[in-house]
């Protein structure tokens, strides 16, 4: 499930409350607000503002599918690190990958991803426009 691409971008978390137990297990709903929160970011700082598209660019884009998989504890205050990479690239969808890992020894705790595909302004799924496949198809070679 996760990209062997570069890395497009990080970002490091403190885990509260909210997001495990005192077992160390991870509630499943704290950690895709995360992992969204990274992907609007990085796609911001890539001038392609979702609130922006449809009226720029005439599509936007639509989240079809997510998965996380969790494959080690994570106790409360530990710190962690979400990199964003670039997964599967289709016809009218492409995946982002991440990869959250413990700081202090670098073990994976969570792996997931998210399906989006490029859409109309009815929301019918279209080709990935030509300037979106260009841009995927740098941030597949070289990173962002």
């Given at each position: ?6 890395v ?6 403190r ?16 950690w895709f ?8 970011e ?12 449809l ?6 884009t639509?989240?079809r599918?997510t ?5 080690a ?12 990479r670039?997964?599967?690239?289709g ?5 982002f ?14 792996r997931?991803s ?5 859409v ?7 080709p ?10 740098t ?6």
């Open positions: 499930m996760t990209g062997a691409g570069p497009l971008h990080s970002a490091r978390h885990l509260s409350y909210a997001d495990t137990d005192p077992a160390g297990i991870l509630y499943y709903a704290a607000p995360k992992m969204e929160a990274l992907q609007t990085f796609l911001y700082l890539q001038d392609l503002r979702q609130d922006t598209l009226d720029r660019f005439g599509w936007w639509v989240s599918a998965r996380c998989e969790y494959v504890a994570a106790r409360l205050l530990e710190e962690f690190r979400i990199d964003l670039l997964g599967e690239v016809t009218t969808s492409f995946r990958d991440f990869d959250m890992r413990r700081l202090g020894d670098e073990v994976q705790v969570a997931a998210n399906t989006v595909v490029t109309s302004a009815d929301q019918r799924p279209v990935l426009p030509a300037e979106l496949r260009a841009r995927l198809d941030w597949r070679q070289a990173g962002a």
